[in-house]
């Protein structure tokens, strides 16, 4: 092959990928039909019975734990409230590195997924109340085109349904969003956005309503 | 605080899930860490500890969900042990990435397994970070800046290391590497 190449061309990327793939699925079997099952089954076991939760579980793996397995739903939480994809993904992230920084008061999985919705609310609040401060000025365009090849929402933001979420005032879309979009309880929704329940029914009550009409009469 | 027990449920669940995917676990790990096996067995343990915390979301799940879960949470703790010190703020978008790409099907097998063992002879000999940085590369398809970050190394290293590992797998296979003849346009010149 040439010879000084540094950087490789992406057809010989693929190429490599595909013997570090093969490669590593040989010997991944081989690997794996070595392994004494039941001194690892043993050995988890008596941690299970011990009670679990070991102290190690540092602010550093908890953050990839729930990053891993929330990160995704969180984003598309965040890009119904603030409307667009990178920014959402921005104000997640920020949601992440605060809950990093306040883990000692966390310290568990639930309160964590908790702290993080609510996070995400916040700061979703303060991009729009940015963003109107930002089109109060007539300067700009109002940058309300959510930069289309985000993948993830693309298909969600074509739907009527989503176009008629955004005309909602604030506190319902977001009561909306979280109740039927993040699938959470009335008491979540209550605790996410810090108000009553009584609260969270009125604004669903009357954001459903709103929507209906929307879309009656887009029909 | 720390002290919330499993419940027998729960335990009895976590058991069988780490009776039916420990074995395939224990591979990954393998070939993630050079074939340490000591390490491996501790990356198994610690990835099942982690699916006993998560086990609430997990229990849902699909059996192939879960092993994909499985994997990339080993992988995630594999890598931040390969860390040196990059700030968790750098190291974010890339965990999702490695989320998302682990790869699960396995592509139409084409080399003999003898060119793959041979293969695995190079790269096992290999220095361990050159090793390190081109399974992240070309097993878990993470990016070169990503590479960078994780490793806590310039990426012109990381680009460097990625380049002499090409350069062994071709002069040591000689005529008959297995990516040369796939790919004909791309790679010969």
């Given at each position: 092959m040439r010879g000084g190449q540094e950087t490789g061309p992406s057809s010989d990327d693929m190429a490599l990928s595909r013997v570090y793939q093969e490669v590593t699925r040989e010997q991944e079997a081989r690997f794996a039909a070595g392994y004494d099952l039941a001194a690892g089954l043993d050995r988890y076991r008596t941690w299970l019975r011990e009670g679990g939760e070991p102290p190690e579980w540092s602010a550093d793996l908890a953050v990839i734990e729930l990053y891993s397995a929330h990160y995704r739903s969180l984003v598309r939480l965040a890009a119904v409230l603030v409307r667009d994809t990178p920014t959402a993904e921005e104000v997640v992230q920020d949601a992440f590195i605060a809950m990093h920084d306040g883990w000692q008061r966390l310290k568990d999985s639930e309160k964590a997924l908790a702290y993080l919705r609510q996070a995400v609310v916040n700061r979703s609040r303060s991009v729009l109340r940015h963003r109107l401060v930002v089109e109060r000025n007539p300067q700009k365009p109002p940058p309300d085109m959510p930069s289309a090849e985000h993948g993830a929402l693309t298909l969600l933001e074509r739907s009527a349904v989503i176009a008629a979420l955004r005309d909602l005032p604030g506190r319902q879309r977001e009561a909306i969003v979280l109740r039927y979009y993040a699938d959470l309880s009335e008491a979540e929704i209550a605790a996410a956005m810090k108000i009553s329940r009584g609260a969270v029914k009125s604004h669903t009550a009357r954001g459903m309503a709103a929507l209906r009409a929307a879309l009656e009469q887009e029909s | 605080m720390g002290d919330a027990k499993i419940s027998p449920r729960d335990a009895a669940e976590l058991e069988a899930c780490f009776a039916a995917h420990a074995r395939d676990l224990f591979g990954f790990a393998c070939a993630l860490v050079r074939g340490d096996r000591a390490l491996a067995d501790d990356l198994v343990q610690s990835a099942f500890e982690a699916a006993a915390r998560a086990w609430p979301t997990l229990r849902g799940l699909a059996e192939q969900q879960r092993q994909g879960w499985l994997r990339s949470t080993l992988a995630n703790i594999a890598v931040s042990g390969f860390r040196?010190?990059?700030?968790l703020t750098r190291r974010l978008p890339m965990i999702e990435v490695r989320y998302r790409q682990i790869p699960d099907d396995p592509p139409d097998r084409a080399f003999s397994s003898i060119a793959l063992e041979r293969c695995w002879r190079i790269i096992e000999g290999m220095p361990k970070r050159q090793y390190t940085a081109a399974l992240l590369r070309w097993r878990l398809d993470m990016k070169e800046a990503d590479i960078a970050a994780v490793l806590g190394i310039a990426e012109n290293t990381v680009s460097a290391m990625l380049y002499r590992v090409r350069r062994t797998l071709i002069t040591q296979l000689g005529p008959d590497h297995p990516f040369m003849g796939n790919d004909a346009e791309g790679a010969a010149s």
């Open positions: - | 040196r010190d990059a700030a």
